[in-house]
């Protein structure tokens, strides 16, 4: 079965940091563009960050510019997103998935169960 499986996520206090994970099955992640997306309570889902398949193009949303590193090891199959200065408003469930790094939108296939993070004192 291809997936993606999202990890990492927990309560953490503004200010502090939390790195997700997210591992391929069943396929290589070599040949796809990856991105974070999230969606908090009541709001649409949002794209956070994209990687390209080689890693060396990165894309961010305004809102975690200078916060928040996209990174990947294609040798263990993993893409990762550190947060770093997390803010109450970063508070979401989130999601890995194939995407469209120009436009930080989503790409074909289902979305996984996601990763809760909560940012509060």
């Known amino acids: 079965q291809l997936q993606l499986v999202e990890s990492g996520g927990g309560l953490v206090q503004p200010g502090g940091s939390l790195r997700l994970s997210c591992a391929a099955s069943g396929f290589t992640l070599d040949y796809y563009a990856i991105g974070w997306f999230r969606q908090a309570p009541g709001k649409e889902r949002e794209g956070v960050s994209c990687?390209?398949?080689?890693?060396?193009?990165?894309n961010y949303a305004d809102s975690v510019k200078g916060r928040f590193t996209i990174s990947r090891d294609n040798a263990k199959n993993t893409v990762y997103l550190q947060m770093n200065s997390l803010k109450p408003e970063d508070t979401a469930i989130y999601y890995c998935?194939?995407?469209?790094?120009?436009?930080?939108?989503?790409?074909?296939?289902?979305w996984g169960r996601g990763t809760q993070v909560t940012v509060s004192s």
């Open positions: 998935k194939r995407a469209l790094c120009s436009s930080l939108s989503p790409a074909f296939g289902s």
């Open positions: 990687i390209s398949i080689s890693g060396g193009r990165t």
